[in-house]
Nanobody
Framework: VQLQASGGGLVQAGGSLRLSCAAS????????MGWFRQTPGKEREFVGI????????YYADSVKGRFTISRDNAKNTVYLQMRSLKPEDTAVYYC????????????????WGQGTQVTVSS
C-alpha cells in the first residue's frame, strides 16, 4: 500500500490542524494505521494508532487529550486531528501501516508515507 500524507503547515500555539493520509489499494481497511513524528536529530516518535474499524485508538501520553485519530475506510484515509498545539509539537508527521493494534515501535510498521511538516509558532 502507498501512503500520501498532507495537511501540514504553520499554526500558532493553541491552534488546530488536521492531517490526512490517503492510501492506495484495496486493503486499507485490513491495516491498523499509526502516526509518528520526527524532529531533526531525534528518533521518530510514536503518536498514536487506530484499529481497523476506527473504534479503538491509543495515544502517546504527550498528545493524549489533544490529538484524535480517525479513519474513513470508504475513502481509504486516516486523519490526525490536532488541537491545543504547542511549539514542541513541531515536527514532520508520518502515517504508517501495521498488522497489530499493539504496534508502537517503528519496526512494527510496514508502509510509510512521505511525511508532512507541522510548525507551531509560539
Amino acid at each position: 500500500v502507498q501512503l500520501q500524507a498532507s495537511g501540514g503547515g504553520l499554526v500558532q500555539a493553541g491552534g488546530s490542524l488536521r492531517l490526512s493520509c490517503a492510501a492506495s489499494g484495496r486493503t486499507f481497511s485490513s491495516y491498523r494505521m499509526g502516526w509518528f513524528r520526527q524532529t531533526p536529530g531525534k528518533e521518530r516518535e510514536f503518536v498514536g494508532i487506530v484499529g481497523r474499524s476506527g473504534i479503538s485508538t491509543y495515544y502517546a501520553d504527550s498528545v493524549k487529550g489533544r490529538f484524535t485519530i480517525s479513519r474513513d475506510n470508504a475513502k481509504n484515509t486516516v486523519y490526525l486531528q490536532m488541537r491545543s498545539l504547542k511549539p514542541e509539537d513541531t515536527a514532520v508527521y508520518y502515517c504508517a501501516t501495521s498488522d497489530s493494534y499493539y504496534a508502537r515501535a517503528q519496526t512494527d510498521f510496514g508502509s510509510w508515507g512521505q511525511g508532512t511538516q507541522v510548525t507551531v509558532s509560539s
